[in-house]
């Protein structure tokens, strides 16, 4: 490992001429606003997070061993993945043939689509989640059409439950899953295809070998953005969830606003922040990421 | 299946009055040609004369509005692409970018559900065919553009298809490597035996190739002959234009012997030509002349043409010398001279009698050049 790592270096000496160590300068300066910013508003502030999560009057473990014994914060943490994973699935099941309509029609419809996925973004997010309030409740339109269709024989419980808090966060997170897989698709060779077809592929032959594995970097960057925004969602379970769908950011916001603990809210705020880490790591591992985001030809 | 090792038989394709129309754009009308099995054949035209929708249609990725598409006697009118069993050669080569040489290549035949071993033998003979053995774990982005091309042909032949399709195959490539694919692709054609259907608008190309080549234009077929045939005996301007480069000059008939016919240019210059079809006196016609077959001579045999002129412009080519001749009121001709060792150079201002022959005088009725 440590002679690897030596060895790589000697050779970047050997290689890298005085214009080229210029070259690097130039690119340190251009990202130093950035690399500021980023200290100033981020690392600075999670490292109080971190400070206070095992520092009240002195230094402790107290808040990390409450997490983990007391078996409510377990079960808001079990929750908090079990929805962001259905809420990802679900973003995936629902955008990716989206993001492959937007690829494929013709470039001045599939320009309105654009502007018509990503509407939503033009509102607030609460005004939003107040919307559906009024589309999900009992005498609410959707229940209406429903009962009226004869779909269902009594008013079906949207709000104030898991579905309501999972219809939500679908609808808040699907533009970005179907921006990231549209990017990538975007990209695809429309001729790649076609080129499939003429060596004897059959049309589903043609997605899962030619299509699927070269949209595949956009499912994985998609599925992340959507898993770890989920992750710490905040304002719409906590508008449409009944008072057992407690996700982790709800909790951290009543330990912020109610009991004033804040180091017990920190504490919630780093275990949250590791649990993320972890499942990118695993997630990594899985896909390769780093692979799909090698320049594709 | 039942050819002999990498002998493919090719199949015969007949189009019948194909025509495709795309809203109010007719792209390709009733276009009837009928090419021989395991011959070359090459759609030539310049954009949007309907030469990649006419290859679109053969291949099946576009519907024809009317016509039909027959492959060795058999229409295939009601079949998808997968199932024609065409080879194809697209513009962008449409290499899978995530797939190996060797996996590129071993697709078609891994959909059809080829044994893993005839796969292997099929890919390296593949392989062999265009010069690509070694390279089969490389991915497409690791190859220069003329590698992939290869890929890409290897890929569409690999399966025995009875016709290849190629979509301006070389356009992408510089010009010694695509002088060079050329050569390559008439040595595997004549090696598999397989029917080639080429689209390009890159004349020379398309006469070093072809067996016989169609010229379009505007949805049409203009005229299908032989390279030569086509360039020596062009039925209309616009083929003597397109194939090669031409001088014209505007004229009426003065008097006809056979094809032969006497004509007045307009700028009162008399010459004699030969009609692309029958002629009468007091016709209007459009001569044309190549750039090779005009001659700079002091002393010109009688029994050609000729006209005096003053050298314009030179242009120094290595192998040849072009002049741009003006002939006062006729206009300007392009001349082109092969430069031998003893052969005189020509400098702008040197006057200069032009002299050609009769038979390369190639007059078209005015009705015929629109």
Not at chain 1, 127 to 146: D, E, H, P, S
Not at chain 1, 186 to 205: E, K
Not at chain 2, 23 to 31: E, F, I, S, T, Y
Request: with cysteine; net charge positive; proline share 6%.
């Amino acid at each position: 490992m440590r002679a690897d790592g030596e060895t790589a270096l000697a050779v970047g000496a050997l290689s890298a001429g005085s214009a080229e160590r210029r070259e690097q300068w130039r690119h340190l300066a251009l990202l130093l606003p950035a690399l500021l910013a980023l200290a100033a508003l981020f690392v600075y502030p999670l490292l109080g997070i971190l400070f206070r999560s095992i520092h009240k009057t002195s230094y402790t473990l107290e808040f990390y061993r409450q997490v983990f014994r007391t078996p409510v914060y377990l079960t808001v943490i079990g929750l908090t993945f079990r929805t962001a994973t259905i809420v990802t699935l679900l973003c995936l099941a629902l955008g990716y043939p989206l993001a492959y309509v937007l690829a494929t029609v013709r470039p001045r419809l599939a320009r309105v689509l654009v502007i018509v996925v990503v509407l939503p973004f033009f509102t607030s997010i609460i005004v939003r989640t107040y919307a559906w309030m009024v589309l999900l409740g009992r005498n609410g339109i959707v229940n209406q059409y429903l009962i009226a269709l004869g779909l269902a024989p009594a008013p079906l419980p949207l709000l104030y439950n898991a579905a309501g808090v999972v219809i939500g966060m679908t609808y808040v997170l699907l533009p970005l899953m179907v921006l990231t897989i549209w990017s990538v698709m975007r990209g695809i060779d429309p001729a790649l295809v076609r080129a499939a077809h003429s060596l004897g592929a059959s049309p589903a032959q043609a997605f899962r070998r030619i299509y699927l594995p070269l949209s595949a970097p956009g499912i994985a960057g998609g599925t992340l953005l959507v898993f770890l925004l989920s992750l710490g969602f905040f304002i719409t379970p906590a508008l449409m969830g009944g008072p057992s769908d407690v996700m982790i950011a709800m909790l951290i916001e009543r330990e912020v606003e109610f009991t004033l603990n804040w180091s017990f809210a920190s504490t919630l705020a780093v275990v949250l922040l590791v649990l993320t880490l972890a499942g990118f790591v695993v997630y990594n591992r899985l896909v390769r990421l780093e692979r799909l985001f090698e320049g594709r030809s | 299946m039942a050819a002999a090792e990498g002998v493919g038989a090719g199949a015969e394709v007949r189009l019948q009055d194909l025509t495709k129309v795309f809203g109010a754009v007719v792209a390709v009308q009733d276009v009837s040609v009928t090419i021989a099995a395991g011959s070359f054949f090459t759609l030539l035209g310049p954009s949007g004369s309907g030469k990649t929708t006419t290859l679109m249609m053969v291949a099946g990725f576009l519907h024809p509005t009317r016509g039909e598409i027959f492959v060795d006697g058999a229409t295939v009118a009601g079949l998808p692409p997968q199932k024609r069993d065409l080879g194809m050669v697209f513009q962008s080569y449409a290499v899978f970018p995530h797939l190996t040489v060797f996996e590129n290549i071993a697709f078609p035949l891994e959909v059809r559900k080829l044994p893993g071993a005839e796969v292997r033998r099929r890919v390296g003979e593949a392989l062999e065919l265009v010069r690509l053995q070694g390279y089969d774990r490389r991915l497409p982005r690791q190859l220069s553009g003329g590698e992939q091309q290869r890929v890409a042909l290897a890929r569409a032949l690999v399966f025995r298809p009875r016709v290849l399709l190629m979509d301006e195959p070389l356009g992408a490539l510089d010009k010694k490597l695509r002088a060079h694919m050329q050569l390559e692709l008439k040595r595997i054609q004549r090696h598999v035996h397989v029917t080639v259907v080429y689209v390009t608008h890159d004349q020379e190309e398309a006469l070093t190739m072809s067996d016989r080549i169609a010229v379009m234009r505007g949805g049409r077929v203009e005229q299908v002959g032989g390279p030569a045939e086509l360039y020596e005996a062009p039925v209309n301007p616009f083929v003597a234009d397109f194939l090669g480069e031409s001088n014209f000059i505007d004229g009426v008939v003065l008097t006809t012997a056979d094809r032969r016919a006497l004509v007045r240019a307009d700028a009162g210059l008399e010459f004699w030509g030969v009609g692309a079809t029958p002629l009468r006196a007091g016709e209007r016609v459009t001569a044309a002349v190549r750039p090779e077959k005009l001659a700079p001579e002091e002393a010109p045999a009688p029994e050609l043409n000729r006209c005096k002129g003053i050298v314009a412009e030179v242009v120094y080519a290595g192998d040849a010398s072009r002049y741009r001749v003006s002939l006062g009121a006729v206009g300007t001709m392009t001349v082109k001279v092969q430069n031998r060792l003893a052969s005189r150079q020509l400098a702008s201002g040197d006057p200069v009698e032009l002299a050609w022959d009769p038979a390369h005088t190639r007059l078209f009725p005015a009705s015929v050049s629109e």
